[in-house]
């Protein structure tokens, strides 16, 4: 039945293994229980005491499957998470993450990598963090893989930056720094938070970077960590192993000044029309190898993403979740590209660079 996070172990999904063991090595994740089968008898009678004795009144739900959090696929948001749940919803929010098994997105996304879920999906209940400011840290960088440590962060919960509707403050320092070193904030495709104020302090960067790096040194492989501030303290909420692949052949080439400079968010680069989608009733109307062009994207956007030569959106960051599937898609992605929408006409022909971040036109633009 429910067991206490601490005690989890493969059966219950990745997610829920490794932080586990976290709480083992002493880093601070915010206590809950695992659910093994949310398809077993008996669950829900056991939930009201097993939530009482957390002796919080909003909780995370969050699946953890075992196919997740893989060296070789991610599932980045592919699966559904419920934030602030009362005790009284967190059943539900439980039935909600063990069928998202099944979707179309989740079908697109097995279908690309070539992994599946198989089985059910164990669920896990952790006490809400109530951030102040969140986001994620990879011990490597995403682009080049090179022994760089890369933070980004917004205010709040991280669910704005892993979602891609946040553009985040970044941070970026090469790991084998001497004593104290501090990362630095980015410049280029850093933005700063909407309200124009710093979401990180040096201080509190540098406290990531080192709760990440140790973390790094646990698994003994370079890590994807999910962390959020709260009360002073860096809290731990999910760390699982960077997945990448190799960036995909050049596809062509392009002369003359980009059209558009965001942030490089998936290596190599591939050419195609441009096809601007504005929302879920639009995606009839894409086509296999366009240029999928967007505000955001969201785990239903997958679909197109499977079918894309490449992505660019006008927000979001290089650790965002559908970053981390176009890199495990290898397809080039351009993320935080402000004035895409506006400034790039469907049916154009571009080269998307997702090494540099750039989006250079390689035809005149089509009369209207």
Not at 224 to 231: K, P, T, Y
Not at 261 to 290: H, N
Not at 339 to 350: C, D, F, Y
């Amino acid at each position: 039945m429910w067991e206490p996070l601490a005690a989890a172990d493969p059966r219950h999904g990745a997610k829920a293994a490794a932080l586990a063991r976290l709480v083992r090595a002493g880093f601070p994740v915010p206590d809950g229980i695992v659910l093994a089968d949310p398809a077993a008898a008996g669950w829900p009678e056991a939930l009201a005491p097993a939530l009482r004795a957390l002796g919080a009144e909003r909780f995370a739900v969050r699946s953890s499957a075992g196919a997740e959090d893989g060296a070789r696929a991610s599932f980045a948001g592919q699966l559904h998470t419920t934030l602030n749940v009362p005790a009284s919803r967190v059943a539900e929010a439980v039935r909600r993450t063990a069928r998202s098994g099944r979707g179309d997105g989740l079908a697109a996304y097995q279908a690309r990598t070539g992994r599946r879920i198989g089985g059910p999906v164990p669920v896990l209940v952790q006490i809400m963090v109530d951030a102040r400011a969140a986001g994620v840290a990879f011990t490597r960088h995403p682009v080049t893989g090179a022994d760089e440590l890369v933070i980004e962060a917004v205010h709040g919960l991280g669910e704005r930056l892993v979602s891609g509707a946040a553009t985040p403050e970044r941070w970026s320092a090469q790991q084998r720094w001497a004593g104290t070193a501090t990362p630095r904030r980015a410049g280029a495709g850093g933005a700063v938070a909407s309200a124009g104020t710093a979401v990180l302090t040096s201080r509190q960067a540098d406290a990531v970077a080192d709760t990440a790096r140790r973390i790094e040194a646990l698994f003994g492989c370079p890590q994807d960590v999910e962390w959020a501030i709260a009360a002073g303290r860096v809290w731990v909420l999910q760390a699982r192993p960077i997945t990448t692949a190799p960036p995909p052949e050049p596809t062509g080439t392009a002369a003359g000044r980009p059209l558009l400079t965001g942030a490089p968010a998936s290596p190599g680069t591939a050419t195609g029309a441009v096809r601007v989608i504005g929302g879920l009733d639009e995606f009839a109307r894409f086509l296999d190898g366009e240029v999928l062009v967007c505000r955001a994207t969201s785990p239903a956007w997958t679909p197109l993403l499977a079918r894309a030569a490449a992505v660019v959106t006008e927000t979001g960051g290089m650790l965002a979740h559908a970053a981390i599937v176009a890199r495990e898609f290898a397809i080039p992605a351009v993320t935080a590209a402000s004035g895409a929408l506006a400034r790039l006409t469907e049916g154009r022909q571009v080269l998307v660079d997702g090494t540099c971040g750039t989006v250079t036109a390689i035809e005149e633009e089509p009369t209207r």
